[in-house]
Protein backbone atom coordinates (compact mmCIF):
# COMPACT_ATOMS: atom_id res chain seq x y z
CA UNK A 1 0.00 0.00 0.00
CA UNK A 2 1.54 3.50 -0.66
CA UNK A 3 1.20 6.14 1.34
CA UNK A 4 2.74 9.91 1.80
CA UNK A 5 2.95 10.94 5.91
CA UNK A 6 3.51 14.38 5.55
CA UNK A 7 4.65 16.05 9.03
CA UNK A 8 6.22 19.31 10.00
CA UNK A 9 3.03 21.69 10.29
CA UNK A 10 1.61 24.29 13.39
CA UNK A 11 1.08 27.25 13.97
CA UNK A 12 3.88 29.60 13.59
CA UNK A 13 3.52 33.57 13.77
CA UNK A 14 4.10 35.58 10.48
CA UNK A 15 7.85 35.95 9.95
CA UNK A 16 8.40 32.49 11.10
CA UNK A 17 9.50 29.41 9.78
CA UNK A 18 8.08 25.64 9.11
CA UNK A 19 9.33 22.62 7.41
CA UNK A 20 7.24 20.13 5.98
CA UNK A 21 8.33 16.57 5.70
CA UNK A 22 6.58 13.80 2.94
CA UNK A 23 7.27 10.55 4.15
CA UNK A 24 6.77 7.75 1.20
CA UNK A 25 6.28 4.26 1.85
CA UNK A 26 4.97 1.41 0.25
CA UNK A 27 6.82 2.22 -3.57
CA UNK A 28 9.76 4.47 -4.19
CA UNK A 29 9.41 7.86 -5.70
CA UNK A 30 13.22 8.03 -6.99
CA UNK A 31 12.01 8.22 -10.36
CA UNK A 32 8.92 10.19 -9.74
CA UNK A 33 8.48 13.93 -9.60
CA UNK A 34 7.11 15.22 -5.96
CA UNK A 35 5.30 18.45 -5.38
CA UNK A 36 3.06 20.12 -2.39
CA UNK A 37 -0.09 21.39 -3.23
CA UNK A 38 -2.16 23.32 -0.11
CA UNK A 39 -5.89 24.42 0.88
CA UNK A 40 -7.12 27.30 2.49
CA UNK A 41 -10.95 26.93 4.09
CA UNK A 42 -13.31 27.73 0.94
CA UNK A 43 -10.62 27.50 -1.23
CA UNK A 44 -9.80 25.28 -4.29
CA UNK A 45 -6.36 23.41 -3.98
CA UNK A 46 -3.44 25.05 -5.57
CA UNK A 47 -0.03 24.04 -6.64
CA UNK A 48 2.85 25.36 -4.20
CA UNK A 49 6.49 24.03 -5.40
CA UNK A 50 7.38 20.89 -6.55
CA UNK A 51 10.77 19.11 -7.90
CA UNK A 52 11.77 16.82 -10.94
CA UNK A 53 12.65 12.91 -9.68
CA UNK A 54 16.42 13.97 -8.92
CA UNK A 55 15.52 17.32 -7.30
CA UNK A 56 17.50 19.43 -10.09
CA UNK A 57 14.76 21.00 -11.12
CA UNK A 58 12.50 23.12 -9.40
CA UNK A 59 9.17 25.44 -9.95
CA UNK A 60 7.28 27.25 -7.02
CA UNK A 61 4.04 28.91 -7.45
CA UNK A 62 4.66 33.03 -8.15
CA UNK A 63 3.11 33.32 -4.18
CA UNK A 64 5.91 31.33 -2.14
CA UNK A 65 9.03 32.20 -4.63
CA UNK A 66 11.52 33.16 -3.23
CA UNK A 67 10.61 32.15 0.10
CA UNK A 68 10.02 28.45 0.14
CA UNK A 69 12.23 25.57 -0.78
CA UNK A 70 11.23 22.14 -2.09
CA UNK A 71 14.05 19.44 -1.61
CA UNK A 72 14.62 15.38 -1.41
CA UNK A 73 15.84 12.59 -0.21
CA UNK A 74 15.90 9.90 -2.65
CA UNK A 75 17.50 7.60 0.33
CA UNK A 76 15.11 8.44 2.39
CA UNK A 77 12.11 8.66 -0.01
CA UNK A 78 11.03 11.67 1.42
CA UNK A 79 9.98 15.18 0.22
CA UNK A 80 10.76 18.53 2.45
CA UNK A 81 9.06 21.97 2.07
CA UNK A 82 10.88 24.80 3.88
CA UNK A 83 9.09 27.35 4.45
CA UNK A 84 10.25 31.18 5.02
CA UNK A 85 8.78 34.36 5.99
CA UNK A 86 5.46 32.71 6.69
CA UNK A 87 2.60 35.22 5.74
CA UNK A 88 -0.98 34.60 6.94
CA UNK A 89 -2.17 33.93 3.50
CA UNK A 90 -0.02 30.91 3.49
CA UNK A 91 -2.49 29.47 6.18
CA UNK A 92 -3.88 26.18 4.74
CA UNK A 93 -3.58 22.51 4.76
CA UNK A 94 -0.89 21.51 2.48
CA UNK A 95 -0.54 18.13 0.82
CA UNK A 96 2.26 16.41 -0.33
CA UNK A 97 1.92 15.09 -3.80
CA UNK A 98 3.84 12.27 -6.10
CA UNK A 99 3.81 12.65 -9.85
CA UNK A 100 3.33 10.43 -12.83
CA UNK A 101 6.12 12.40 -14.32
CA UNK A 102 9.86 12.50 -13.79
CA UNK A 103 9.87 16.26 -14.04
CA UNK A 104 7.97 19.11 -12.16
CA UNK A 105 4.26 19.47 -12.62
CA UNK A 106 1.21 22.19 -11.37
CA UNK A 107 -1.64 20.12 -11.29
CA UNK A 108 -3.64 17.67 -10.16
CA UNK A 109 -4.35 15.94 -13.22
CA UNK A 110 -0.02 14.75 -13.23
CA UNK A 111 -0.71 13.83 -9.16
CA UNK A 112 -0.74 10.19 -8.88
CA UNK A 113 -1.02 9.78 -5.21
CA UNK A 114 -1.96 12.54 -2.18
CA UNK A 115 -0.67 12.76 1.02
CA UNK A 116 -3.17 13.36 4.02
CA UNK A 117 -2.26 16.85 4.70
CA UNK A 118 -1.06 18.62 7.11
CA UNK A 119 -2.56 21.65 8.87
CA UNK A 120 -0.21 25.39 8.61
CA UNK A 121 -2.07 27.99 10.91
CA UNK A 122 0.29 31.90 11.00
CA UNK A 123 -0.92 34.10 12.71
CA UNK A 124 -0.80 37.61 12.14
Known amino acids: QVRLVESGGGLVQAGGSLRLSCAASGRTFSSSGMGWFRQAPGKEREFVAA????????YYADSVKGRFTISRDNAKNTVYLQMNSLKPEDTAVYYCAAGNTAGVFSTSRRVDYWGQGTQVTVSS
Open 51 to 58: NSWSGGIT
